[in-house]
């Protein structure tokens, strides 16, 4: 986001440029430019645009390759189910919201949630935040300084999406929907504490 972010700057740097820096005419004697000539002068690329002032610094982040394999991998691991579990969530949530041909794969997305929820405190190991330095990583320090809160927010997670596929058994995809809100709110509430 921040790489992206930066480069939209430069972008913007760039194209303003030529505008900003709009070659003086040479003519002698001249008469001036009539104005409908000006946007074909200005659209000329000027020369190379040199950035009025350079942004911040760009803070330099470690490559992953340089950070110790083990910690890279639950890293790694931890954002892998973190997506898993959004596409599950999206997949239940059309299928709440109309898309009838997907009801047959709600409680395999149900359980497969409950599943990320099971497993998701294990790949936390200390060290893996970000102090790793690299820039892929939005865990905060409270993760491990707060080990107790985050515990509980992953009794939270474990209990909603027992419920989703308690519900997802049942079918009645109005109780999915409700169940599924709930599950929402555990991610956001861990989110809301525990993520940069
Ligand atoms: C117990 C806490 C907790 C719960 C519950 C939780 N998350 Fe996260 N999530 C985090 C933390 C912490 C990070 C940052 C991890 C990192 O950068 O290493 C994160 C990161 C993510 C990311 C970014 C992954 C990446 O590649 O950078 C996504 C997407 C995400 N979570 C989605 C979800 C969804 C969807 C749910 C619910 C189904 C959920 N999370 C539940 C704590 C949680």
Redesign the pocket.
């Known amino acids: 986001m921040k790489k992206l972010a930066l480069g939209l700057t430069a972008l913007a740097l760039f194209v303003s440029a030529p505008a900003l820096s709009k070659p003086k005419k040479g003519k002698k004697g001249a008469e001036e430019t009539p104005a409908a000539e000006a946007p074909a002068e200005a659209a000329t690329p000027a020369e190379p645009a040199t950035p009025a002032e350079p942004a911040e610094p760009a803070k330099q982040f470690t490559a992953e390759e340089d950070v110790d394999p083990a910690l890279m991998a639950a ?1 790694s691991y ?2 892998a189910q ?2 898993l ?2 596409g599950h ?1 999206k997949s239940i949530k059309l299928v709440v919201k109309g898309h009838e041909a997907g009801k047959d794969e709600v409680l395999a997305h149900a359980t497969a ?1 409950a599943s990320i929820a099971q497993g ?1 405190g294990n790949h936390w190991p200390a060290g893996s935040g970000h102090e790793t330095g690299i820039e ?5 320090a409270e ?1 491990w300084t707060d080990a107790e809160g ?1 515990a509980a ?2 009794a939270q ?1 474990q209990e909603a999406t027992a419920a989703l596929k308690t519900a997802a058994e049942g079918g009645d995809m109005a109780a999915v929907g409700e169940a599924l809100g709930a ?2 709110q ?2 956001g509430d ?2 809301d504490k ?2 940069d």
């Open positions: 890293i931890r954002h973190m997506k579990a959004g969530m949630l998701i892929d990583m939005s865990a905060k993760v985050f927010a992953i997670f599950v929402g555990s991610c861990c989110h525990f993520s």
